[in-house]
Nanobody
Framework: VQLVESGGGSVQSGGSLRLSCAASGNTYSTSCMAWFRQSPGKEREGVAS???????NYAYSAKGRFTISHENAKNTLYLQMNSLKAEDTAVYYC???????????????????WGQGTQVTVSS
């Protein structure tokens, strides 16, 4: 499975961005996909996930501001980010889960494929 993120960039506080993650390869067994992020000096953390039944899970910091979605026809994962804050600045990664992870996980160990990341910078 190959994952390619796009849509990152620089935005002012309060602004919006939409990240995309195009998946290719042997994706038929993918049961959960997610977005993670990592800021300088911090560990990578889960932001939002969605499973094959459409159930979603969000980190507390993302609830009410971010929306994760998946377009099956394009095999693309999205993250709509609104009301962005300076603390959202990070490299955002798309991830595809191990087979059998049939719930919207935010645990890194549940994911085996990762994209290269896309930088999001929010200025205050």
């Amino acid at each position: 499975v190959q994952l390619v993120e796009s849509g990152g960039g620089s935005v002012q506080s309060g602004g919006s961005l939409r990240l995309s993650c195009a998946a290719s390869g042997n994706t038929y067994s993918t049961s959960c996909m997610a977005w993670f992020r990592q800021s300088p000096g911090k560990e990578r953390e889960g932001v939002a996930s969605i499973d094959s039944d459409g159930r979603r899970n969000y980190a507390y910091s993302a609830k009410g501001r971010f929306t994760i979605s998946h377009e099956n026809a394009k095999n693309t994962l999205y993250l709509q980010m609104n009301s962005l804050k300076a603390e959202d600045t990070a490299v955002y990664y798309c991830a595809s889960s191990l087979p059998g992870v049939r719930y919207p996980s935010l645990v890194q160990a549940d994911f085996e494929y990762w994209g290269q990341g896309t930088q999001v910078t929010v200025s205050s």
